[in-house]
Structure formats: structure tokens, C-alpha cells
């Protein structure tokens, strides 16, 4: 008996595919799930009726209105959440703790921007700056405004946070009255087309507003106009093709690219075997390595520590790793489940077989026995710590991230030489910084913020209250420079800047009043 072929939903109706179908496997079972099928679909129409109905629906509305709809859309996941973990489960491989962080993570990210988008009130456009004389008398001046986008915002997403990713995008374009279109991994598209399909039964948005196509990408890139956006998410690979195609090189449609990163976590000099900036370290890096698997585009891949604490934080890094059950996750004794696919358990042993060239074992998870799983089937592998006593000659360890539960120790000389370290990730997500000084981590982060999106700081008095260096929290800027992809997402309602365009109308005070911004 075949499964279950899941619809699309595009031009305001539920629509399958005309094809078989590519089948959605459990990671850890083997077992086929459902199947998802793009084939068929007229994208241009599905395109215009986004654009045309479900952005003229949405920018009737002002920002307190679009704000209300986010907060119907948390209420709907909210009452479907069992089944979302269920989804997870079954199709990413995950244990609870780990589906949490997307399923969770995504209904608290569009919760805030339900609480934030409040504040924005009853306008339709927003004010940019105050107004500048633009000569010498107060006659004639200029007033910059951001106004929503006039086109569809296209979402390709990465297979490791089928629901955060949705939302954590669709957050800010709905509030800032653009429909969106999303098109998730087609390894994981299941979780994001099941709340796709509960938002949508459950009435809470105007027809247009939200679509989304699960199967190939074929002829997306071809449906965007100049008034459009793209926001991808995932491969450096991807992310070339993205930018080379003519909507974006040649008709200027507005990308957002999300890529791969080789984020670092650095132990300031100073730092003695087992005090607390040791510790926090020791913590957070085995919190990374094994929090989904190391399939998060923030988890740390290179740890930065002074020359004469490798041997300690090696052994201590070790230690921990040593305690990580790994298998199946509907088994409670396991702490870490399995990777997406077999596809990227060949890809990391892969991406292992690279680093290893320049790099020494010193933790391999992949000599302790799965628990509850056949490792003939499941997509399943243990933490494996890795090390470079020569941190400048292993140009690979910089290079090649190994998406998966792997991380590699590089001794440095003195800070300058740390943070020179950190920069040949030629921009990455995110760098966490572990002391004690703040002045001396004060100058540590404003150095990493050239070449990161974010710096996360732990001292000893935030131990409790610190979010974690590869949680996104909708606060803070997401997003680096570089290799990183150069996208800017989040970062409180600076995400909103994406789905505007901001112009300046040169006019009289009286006029300029009259806009209403
Ligand atoms: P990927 O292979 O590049 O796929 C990403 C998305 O692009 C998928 O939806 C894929 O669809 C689609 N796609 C593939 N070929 C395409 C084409 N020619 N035109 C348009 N779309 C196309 O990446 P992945 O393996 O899913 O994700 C892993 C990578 O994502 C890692 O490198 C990770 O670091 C990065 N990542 C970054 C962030 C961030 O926020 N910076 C977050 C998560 C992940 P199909 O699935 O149907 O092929």
C-alpha cells in the first residue's frame, strides 16, 4: 500500500501533484512515511494569486490587525503541538528536547512579533527617520518612509527546522503585509506542511496569504517578478544558484541568503583547568555538539583555547561526550536521535574523513553501540571531538563544515592569534566568548562582530540566565557576513526592513503630515 501523497496549497486551493511522488523516510526505521509531489503545478498562477490576492488582503490591514493574526496562528499550532512532536519524531530522528527547539522555537518567535507588531498600531507605513529641511528655509523637506513590498516573499528552506524555519520568516513578512510562499526541504517537508495545512483549515489568514509547494524546486526561482523576495536557507552550493539566477541578477529581486558557517566558541586567556569560565565552556560545547545532532547552521565547530589547556579541555570535553546515549529517540534512555537521513550520515562521515586529515581524534562516538536501532538502517552517529594542535595549518578545519554532531579543539598563542583564528570562518553566525573580565570581552566582541552576526557571552554570573550560543532567539540579529550568506534575519522589528521599501517623499510639512506615518 502506497502512502499518503501530501497537497500543495497554491491559487487559494489544496492541490496534488500529478507525479508518484518522492517518498519521506524515518531516519532511525527506514520505514516510508508519506510523499510529497510538486509536479504539475501552474507557479505562475500560484504566484500572481499570492501577489495579487493574498498581498492586497494583507496590506488592507494595518500592522496591529496583521499582529493579531499571528497571535491566531500561535493559538492553532498550539493546539496541534502533539502532533507536530509526533511529525518530528517519525520523520527528523529527534528527541523531545530537540523537537522543542524547532516546534517551540517557532510558536515563541511569532508570538513576539504577535506582541511587537501591537506596538506598531493602527498605521500602514513606516516612518523612517524625521524630516530634513532640504534647503534653507522650512518650505520643502524630506521624509524617508518604509512601505510593505508589492510582491510574494518565496521561502526555500533548510531540512533541519522544518517549523522554526517557517516561522521565524513568516513572522516578520505577514506583520509587514507580505504573503508568503514556502517551500521546506523536501526531506523534512512533512512538519511544515502539516501546520501549513492547520493555519490554513483553521481560517485564520485571508486566501493568498500563505501557500506552500513541497516537492522540487523546479520553476520557483522562474515565478518571481522584481517586486518579489527570496529568503533560502541552506547549502553554500544552493546558495550560488540562487544568486545567479536571472530574477536575482538580472531583475533585482530582493535575496536573503542564510549559508552554511563555522561558528567558534573561544576561552579567553587566563582561564585555569576546571574554574568556571573551563566549565561553562566544557558545557556549552557538548550542549552544541549533541543538540540535534550538530544539524544546527549556529552549533559550534571550532573551540578556541589557550595552548596549555588542550590536553584539559580535550579530556574534559571527552568525558561528557562519553555519557551521550545515542539512538533511537522514542527510546527515554536516549539523549541524542539520529540524523535526517542516510544521505547526511554519508555526508558527515565524509566531511570526518576530510577533517581528520589535519586533525587527531580525540573523542569517537562512533565505536559506542546505538541503543534501540540497527545501525544498518537508522542515520544515527556519536559525537566525535576532533583536534588540530596546529590551528593555523589546518586550513580544512576552517573550511569544511561537517553538518552533524563534530566539532575540532584548535590551540591558539595569545588573543590576537585566537581572534585571527576565529575570522578564517570568513564570517560565520555566531562566536560565544567564555571569561571573566568584562573589559577584556568587552574588546574580544567588538573584534568577532566584524566577522559575525552574533557574539554570545558567558561569564560566570549568567551561567543560569545565558540562552545558549546556538539558540536564535528572535531578539538578536540572525545571520553573517561572508560564507555565512550575508542575511539578516530577526533581530526584533529590524527583520520587518526586508519586506519594506523605504523611498523618500520630498514635500511640504503639510503634505508630509498627511502621510500618516
Ligand atoms: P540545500 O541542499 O542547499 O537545500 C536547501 C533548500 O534548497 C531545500 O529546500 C532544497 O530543496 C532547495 N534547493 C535545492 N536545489 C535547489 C535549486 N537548484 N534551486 C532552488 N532551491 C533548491 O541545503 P540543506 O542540505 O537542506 O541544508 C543544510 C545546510 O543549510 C547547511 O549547510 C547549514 O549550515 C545550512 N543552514 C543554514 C542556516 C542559517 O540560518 N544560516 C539554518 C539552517 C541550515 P530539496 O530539499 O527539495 O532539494
Redesign the pocket.
Known sequence: MSTELLQNHVAGRWQAGTGAGTPLVDPVLGTELVRVDATGLDLPAAFAFARQTGGAALRALSYRERAGLLAAIVKVLQANRDAYYDIATANSGTVKNDSAVDIDGGIFTLGQYAKWGESLGDAHALKDGEPVRLGREPLFQSQHVQVPVQGVALF??????PAW?LWEKAAPALLSGVPVIV?????TAWLTQRMVRDVIDAGVLPPGALSIVC???AG??DALTPFDLVS????????A??RGHAAVARHSVRANI????LNSALLLPGATPGDAAFELLVKEVVREMTVKSGQ??TAIRRVLVPEALYGPVAEAVSARLAKVSVGNPRNESVRMGSLVSREQLASVQQGLQQLQAAAEVLHDGRRAALVDCDPDVAACIGPVLLGARDADAATVVHDV?V?GPVATLLPYRDLPHALALAARGWGS?VASVYGSDPAEIGRAALALAASHGRVHAVTPEVAQAHTGHGNVMPMSL??GPGR??G?A?LGGLRALDFYHRRAAVQASPAVLDALGV
Open positions: 526555500i528552506n533548510a531540512f533541519n527546522f524555519g517551500k521546506p526541504a523536501t526531506a516537492g522540487s524546486s520557483l526561482m533560502f536557507t541552506g547549502s553554500a552550493d544552493t546558495a544558484l540562487i542564510e549559508a552554511d558557517s544546527k547552521c563544515e553538518f553566525l540572525h545571520g555565512a550568506g542575511g534575519e
